[in-house]
């Protein structure tokens, strides 16, 4: 390509990654459909038929161009998004701007093909310089054909600032309390009613355990306290980030709202015999929810206590 197509082409994607013209397209649309719409409102005082007749046409026009602003906004902003967390020198994790933008995996992947389709990225020479690698989910850079970084340099780095930030987020081993604080949040994240219920439940489990705790130091001690909190709050809190955050079909969700359900009932149990101080019935309860997490493939052998 000669500088002047290179330029023109740079242009022509601006165009497209500002969606100038499709905003100018569908403000046109909207306006011309709206102003004949009310043009041609006299017709139904002839017949109702003759004036669904003059105005389906301009309703149509009128819809497409309101459709047409709506959907080139939602672009521009969800592709500026992006372009935060791009790295233009490197290699870019899709799975850290799922992360950092909450916005599912598969729809994040499909975006940023749309865009590599759309030539958004470009080098000197006016040629795509990206491509999607599908084992790592890395957004690839390229200089003449060439990776600008090794994937499996990206892959790794990923992996640990995902491991840092997990980390981050996880609160104290012996706070119940910010466990329950995690539940709290998420619940005003999550609409299903009977997926609040269930949490609810759970929250006011653990803060009544917390208190009781704190009434009784030395229940801390306590064989079932203490797989209680080293293990099941936190897997608890990760069950509720997999229903909220993760790309889960409509199986998987079902399952995850029973498996909440079926923790509600084993926390409200627990609770109910730690005032009582009933340990070995306790245990009992314990075991319901190693098998539930175990069910979803939460717990391993790091996790079994003897």
């Given at each position: 390509?000669?500088?002047?197509?290179i330029e023109k082409e740079k242009?022509k994607i601006q165009n497209k990654?500002?969606?100038?013209?499709?905003?100018?397209?569908?403000?046109?649309?909207?306006?011309?459909?709206?102003?004949?719409?009310f043009s041609n409102m006299y017709?139904?005082?002839?017949?109702?038929?003759?004036?669904?007749?003059?105005?389906?046409?301009?309703?149509?026009?009128?819809?497409?161009?309101?459709?047409?602003?709506?959907?080139?906004?939602?672009?521009?902003?969800?592709?500026?998004?992006?372009?935060?967390?791009?790295?233009?020198?490197?290699?870019?994790?899709?799975?850290?701007?799922?992360?950092?933008?909450?916005?599912?995996?598969?729809?994040?992947?499909?975006?940023?093909?749309?865009?590599?389709?759309?030539?958004?990225?470009?080098?000197?020479?006016?040629?795509?310089?990206?491509?999607?690698?599908?084992?790592?989910?890395?957004?690839?850079?390229?200089?003449?054909?060439?990776?600008?970084?090794?994937?499996?340099?990206?892959?790794?780095?990923?992996?640990?600032?995902?491991?840092?930030?997990?980390?981050?987020?996880?609160?104290?081993?012996?706070?119940?309390?910010?466990?329950?604080?995690?539940?709290?949040?998420?619940?005003?994240?999550?609409?299903?009613?009977?997926?609040?219920?269930?949490?609810?439940?759970?929250?006011?489990?653990?803060?009544?355990?917390?208190?009781?705790?704190?009434?009784?130091?030395?229940?801390?001690?306590?064989?079932?306290?203490?797989?209680?909190?080293?293990?099941?709050?936190?897997?608890?809190?990760?069950?509720?980030?997999?229903?909220?955050?993760?790309?889960?079909?409509?199986?998987?969700?079902?399952?995850?709202?029973?498996?909440?359900?079926?923790?509600?009932?084993?926390?409200?149990?627990?609770?109910?015999?730690?005032?009582?101080?009933?340990?070995?019935?306790?245990?009992?309860?314990?075991?319901?929810?190693?098998?539930?997490?175990?069910?979803?493939?939460?717990?391993?052998?790091?996790?079994?206590?003897?």
């Amino acid at each position: 390509m000669s500088k002047a197509e290179i330029e023109k082409e740079k242009k022509k994607i601006q165009n497209k990654r500002t969606g100038r013209t499709s905003m100018i397209v569908g403000w046109i649309c909207l306006f011309i459909g709206v102003m004949d719409l009310f043009s041609n409102m006299y017709a139904f005082n002839y017949s109702p038929l003759q004036g669904i007749q003059q105005t389906i046409l301009p309703l149509i026009m009128a819809i497409l161009g309101a459709w047409l602003i709506r959907h080139t906004r939602k672009n521009v902003t969800k592709w500026n998004k992006y372009d935060t967390f791009i790295n233009p020198n490197g290699n870019t994790s899709l799975r850290m701007i799922a992360r950092k933008t909450g916005i599912p995996l598969n729809d994040v992947t499909k975006d940023i093909q749309e865009m590599i389709n759309n030539g958004f990225f470009r080098d000197e020479n006016g040629n795509n310089s990206a491509y999607l690698n599908g084992e790592y989910d890395i957004l690839v850079m390229m200089k003449d054909g060439v990776p600008l970084e090794p994937v499996e340099e990206a892959a790794r780095r990923e992996e640990e600032e995902a491991k840092e930030e997990a980390a981050a987020d996880e609160p104290a081993a012996a706070d119940e309390e910010a466990y329950a604080d995690l539940l709290e949040l998420a619940e005003a994240k999550i609409s299903d009613p009977d997926v609040i219920q269930s949490m609810k439940s759970i929250e006011d489990s653990i803060r009544k355990i917390s208190r009781q705790i704190k009434r009784n130091p030395d229940l801390k001690n306590n064989d079932s306290i203490r797989q209680l909190r080293e293990i099941y709050l936190p897997k608890t809190v990760e069950l509720v980030d997999k229903l909220r955050r993760e790309d889960a079909g409509s199986d998987a969700i079902l399952e995850i709202k029973g498996m909440l359900n079926t923790c509600a009932v084993a926390y409200s149990n627990i609770k109910d015999k730690v005032y009582k101080r009933e340990d070995e019935d306790t245990l009992i309860d314990i075991e319901v929810l190693k098998q539930t997490f175990e069910r979803e493939g939460l717990l391993g052998s790091d996790f079994d206590f003897e």
